[in-house]
């Protein structure tokens, strides 16, 4: 009989505050397949059973959270949002607004882990689970990019399933026009 393991509260990050200036226009708003890939983001953080989901890096959203340097980079969102939700949840599933293809298969084995450690997929920085206690402490200017801040938190990486020919990669990020047009063409 496997146990369940208790991953204690745990709430969904999505990573919202960049610039777009690739994209040049904010992706949070884009849409694809009908929604946009913020509610998009927000709908796969529910189906893997995250039930308090946050938007770092928009204030201007119902459930965002303010960077402390706004466009200081994700590292620096994850870190300041660890700071806002510490007595709100042990642990943050944190998924990137700009990866529409990620799917249940890319989270739920993040969340089977080992409680109170971070996990991340081989050669892959998000998404990832961060427990929020580990990150007090951690000096920001030190932690410059998330694969910096996992190696800190010495995340386990998960080994990635080789792609198959024809399938789209679900850990590409849509960061230009291009990016979109390519996302256009799998839907259809």
């Known amino acids: 009989m496997i146990q369940a393991v ?3 509260r745990i709430a969904g990050l999505i990573l919202a505050g960049g610039q777009s200036s690739r994209m040049g226009r904010d992706k949070a708003l884009l849409t694809w397949q009908g929604e946009t890939l913020l509610s998009r983001a927000r709908t796969l953080l529910r ?3 995250v039930d308090m989901i946050f938007v ?13 340097e706004p466009h200081a980079g994700p590292a620096r969102a994850i870190l300041d949002a660890a700071g806002l939700l510490r007595d709100r ?22 969340l089977g882990g080992h409680p109170g450690r971070a996990h991340c997929w081989q ?4 998404p ?3 427990p ?19 190696t800190t938190l010495d995340a386990n990486p998960l080994a990635v399933a080789p792609i198959l020919a024809g399938q789209p990669d679900p850990f590409s990020n849509i960061n230009t026009p291009e990016a979109l047009a390519s996302l256009d063409a799998i839907s259809r």
């Open 123 to 126: 050669g892959h920085p998000l």
């Open 47 to 49: 189906n893997a059973g």
């Open 89 to 110: 949840c042990d642990q943050m599933l944190v998924i990137p607004v700009d990866m529409p293809l990620l799917g249940p298969d890319q989270l739920s084995p993040l």
């Open 128 to 130: 990832a689970l961060i």
């Open 56 to 68: 770092g890096g928009r204030p201007d959203q119902p459930d965002g959270l303010p960077d402390s």
């Open 6 to 8: 208790d991953m204690g």
């Open 132 to 150: 929020v206690a580990a990150c007090d402490g951690l000096a920001n200017d030190a932690i410059y990019s998330i694969k910096r801040l996992l």
